[in-house]
């Protein structure tokens, strides 16, 4: 990981389980597992550059997420990429396609916190991410 990449949150462990939506390494950190008593995923998700997930959508809940380091991208279907940047806020409703993670040249970390099943689609294509 570059020295100049720093966050406050762990990096976690390489994203095995999800590996197959993500285009280039992730990873993951657990931060409150989901129990009986806490119905959301809250996780610290780490990308190398140029690292991006699958367009997905969130079922019967949503996600939010909190840019805490590095620089990426979020994009809703049939919008503009977002720039994010530390500090940065993104709501995500049920049902809504997207995708996020980091910039071609810049590692990017946000908080995750997720309720509901995620329902993973197909790839951002390379000529969409390249062109951002």
Not at 44 to 50: A, I, L, R, S, Y
Not at 65 to 84: D, F, H, N
């Amino acid at each position: 990981m570059s020295l100049a990449f720093k966050q406050i949150f762990p990096q976690g462990t390489v994203n095995c389980n999800f590996a197959q939506y993500f285009i280039g390494q992730s990873y993951l950190c657990n931060l409150a597992a989901m129990d009986g008593n806490v119905d959301v995923d809250v996780s610290n998700v780490t990308f190398e550059p140029g690292c991006h997930n699958h367009w997905h959508k969130h079922q019967h809940g949503y996600q939010i997420l909190l840019a805490t380091a590095g620089q990426g991208w979020y994009q809703e279907a049939g919008k503009p990429a977002r720039l994010l940047n530390p500090g940065d806020v993104v709501v995500i409703h049920a049902g809504v396609k997207h995708w996020h993670g980091a910039t071609k040249d810049s590692w990017f970390s946000h908080i995750a916190i997720t309720k509901g099943q995620s329902e993973w689609l197909e790839p951002v294509t390379s000529s969409g991410y390249n062109a951002l």
